[in-house]
């Protein structure tokens, strides 16, 4: 596997891919315990296959967070000048932080200090930061942001354009003595986050709060690392402390599909498909290997035997993490290790993995938002529960072919009994969290302008922010 390395004075840890440019652009976090902490933002030319630095950002002066180390950087999923950084201040602390980056006119910037945004506080350990990966496939819908802790999983949103984070409801708790390793969020379904729980597989739905799937021992040792595939429906990739690394399909019971028990020699730390092909997937150890698998092969293989079609062993320690770049055309995959960042080429033999008509299903599904039309005729379906849901289906569509009205598929009385749900002490009024809960229920909440405050709010004023929002998710398609 052919690569380029980008040399640093400092150790470091973490990696992740910048948004929003025509080349590939990563952010490099320093990881130093007694120097002062670095963020190098640099950029990685396919054609000539070097990698350069575009800037070096420092911390500034009266943090004292940054003293210590860069645990996870997380880079924003659609502007290209923010990021989330995890790390310990030293004190009993644990802090994440949302930074932004100056801009850069021309040349080499170095030294330039970044600007603080916000800081989430934690009294437990926060393992990472974890976004909504569809953040602008709707218009206007606000970043979705999960802060995972020894404590649970925490979701916050902020509006687009700004970094007014305000959190969304109760926590999802960890049981006692269950240790939260890891999360992804689902980029096909945005109301599913998988979590790690020690072994235990965990998929929560945000709409409700609730485990919409629990495996208990998923792993016999504890889930280091978990991603989601982009294009195909339900499926996650899990990566164990024991080298091992599977393959489920998140649905019900949830299905293993894989397993590849000898995948590394240590910790699978990190996972990663290919954002535009999920047939290939890298995973880097603290074996000091990175590894490109093909998925497909792990599937039709029991042994999956020949699904590693590329083995990098030039690092001399660990290696954390590693991440796809997000440029189509060159699906570069940068890796980081002991003191360098080497960006891998894909063999050509991986350049076209996928079945040309799958893909093509999967864009049209994308240009034509078949999964929001989706969700939205099978939410009437789960909340009514027909005898014969094939019939109920065809009534739906009819009526959102026939009727006129604004919102077809939920009535004026579908919405009272939503609302009666909610006021379970019949008071007249629900608070602003049940409010949001019944809005995500009805799964328009992305598109509801709520109140201002946290006054309670009565039924009628209910029925009305619920129709404006169900309309507004029809009118968006």
């Not at 240590?266 to 498909?273: A, G, I, M, P, R």
């Not at 027909?386 to 004026?412: G, I, K, M, W, Y």
Request: glycine share 8%; aromatic share 8%.
């Amino acid at each position: 596997m052919s690569g380029s390395i980008y040399g640093l004075k400092l150790p470091c840890r973490q990696v992740g891919s910048v948004c929003g440019s025509d080349t590939n652009q990563f952010l490099v976090a320093s990881c130093s315990l007694r120097e002062e902490n670095e963020i190098h933002l640099v950029n990685f030319d396919g054609e000539r296959g070097e990698v350069t630095r575009k800037a070096l950002f420092s911390f500034p002066k009266d943090d004292p967070i940054h003293k210590g180390e860069v645990w996870t950087l997380t880079p924003h999923p659609s502007d290209p000048t923010l990021f989330f950084t995890c790390c310990h201040t030293g004190d009993g602390r644990y802090v994440t932080q949302c930074w932004a980056m100056p801009s850069i006119d021309g040349g080499q910037q170095l030294g330039v200090p970044l600007q603080l945004r916000y800081t989430f506080e934690g009294r437990r350990e926060i393992s990472r930061v974890i976004v909504q990966p569809q953040l602008g496939s709707v218009r206007g819908a606000p970043l979705q942001l999960g802060v995972i802790s020894e404590c649970g999983l925490q979701v916050y949103s902020a509006p687009q354009g700004t970094t007014r984070f305000v959190a969304q409801g109760s926590p999802y708790a960890c049981t006692t003595g269950a240790f939260t390793m890891a999360g992804a969020w689902d980029p096909l379904h945005p109301h599913l986050v998988a979590v790690a729980k020690g072994g235990d597989l965990v998929v929560v739905d945000m709409r409700t709060n609730n485990e919409g799937l629990h495996v208990p021992g998923a792993h016999y040792a504890p889930i280091m690392a978990l991603d989601f595939a982009p294009t195909t429906q339900y499926r996650l990739a899990t990566g164990c402390t024991d080298g091992t690394i599977k393959l489920w399909d998140v649905r019900q019971n949830g299905e293993e599909l894989a397993c590849v028990p000898d995948a590394h020699m240590h910790w699978v730390e990190t996972l990663s498909f290919n954002t535009y092909h999920d047939e290939l997937l890298v995973s880097a150890s603290t074996d000091a290997t990175v590894r490109l698998w093909r998925t497909d092969l792990i599937l039709d293989t029991p042994t999956a035997a020949g699904a590693c079609v590329e083995a990098y062993r030039d690092h001399e320690d660990s290696v954390h993490s590693c991440c796809w770049g997000t440029n189509e055309m060159d699906p570069w995959c940068i890796a980081s290790g002991d003191d360098a960042r080497v960006v891998h080429a894909i063999p050509n033999v991986m350049q076209n993995p996928g079945d040309a008509k799958r893909k093509d299903a999967a864009q049209y599904m994308k240009d034509k938002k078949i999964t929001q039309i989706l969700e939205i005729i099978t939410a009437p379906l789960l909340f009514h529960r027909p005898e014969d849901p094939n019939a109920f289906l065809v009534d739906q569509l009819r009526s959102l072919h026939d009727s006129r009205a604004e919102h077809p598929l939920f009535s004026t009385e579908d919405l009272d009994c939503i609302f009666s749900m909610y006021d379970v002490l019949q008071q007249g009024t629900i608070t602003r969290s049940q409010l949001e809960g019944a809005l995500q229920t009805l799964g328009c909440a992305e598109f509801a302008r709520l109140p201002k405050g946290n006054a309670p709010v009565d039924k009628t004023t209910f029925v009305s922010l619920a129709s404006a929002a169900l309309t507004s998710q029809l009118e968006s398609l």
